[in-house]
């Protein structure tokens, strides 16, 4: 699985996610780090990747648009650095790639992970 990670979160997610065996890139590696979210999420379809935020705005665009794509792991709460919550990030991303390849939108809260297929 590759994943495309938003600005909002640490550039430190990349090494973890690779050591896991997902192909991972920050954005700011890849984008201007001021694009808007549109941006990113049309970045990531035309290259394959699911979009990693905490940004709550990916995921009104998906509910918004009706879109089936692309896909995104959006991390909800308080714990968004890789030391707090990267074995519930890395077991839901195992768990859940089956509807992450066809399209979904992954919700990681502490404790518990939860998947809508997409268009929501």
């Known amino acids: ?3 495309v990670i938003d600005v ?3 550039p430190d997610w990349v090494p973890v996610l690779k050591e896991a065996g ?3 890139v920050h954005w700011k590696q890849v984008g201007d780090p001021t694009a808007p979210d549109r941006e990113i999420m049309d970045w990531a379809i035309a290259n394959g990747h699911v979009v990693f935020s905490h940004d709550l705005d990916f995921s009104s665009m998906l509910a918004l648009t009706h879109a ?3 896909s995104l792991v959006q991390l909800r709460g308080t ?3 890789p030391e707090q919550i990267a074995e519930t990030l890395i077991h839901s991303l195992r768990r859940f ?3 992450l390849e066809a399209g ?3 919700l990681i809260e502490p404790g518990r992970s939860r998947v809508r297929v997409l268009p929501l």
């Open 79 to 81: 714990k968004v650095l």
């Open 8 to 10: 909002n979160l640490s």
């Open 97 to 99: 790639h089956l509807d």
């Open 22 to 24: 997902f192909d991972a």
């Open 104 to 106: 979904a939108l992954l």
């Open 68 to 70: 089936g794509g692309p």
């Open 1 to 3: 699985m590759r994943l």
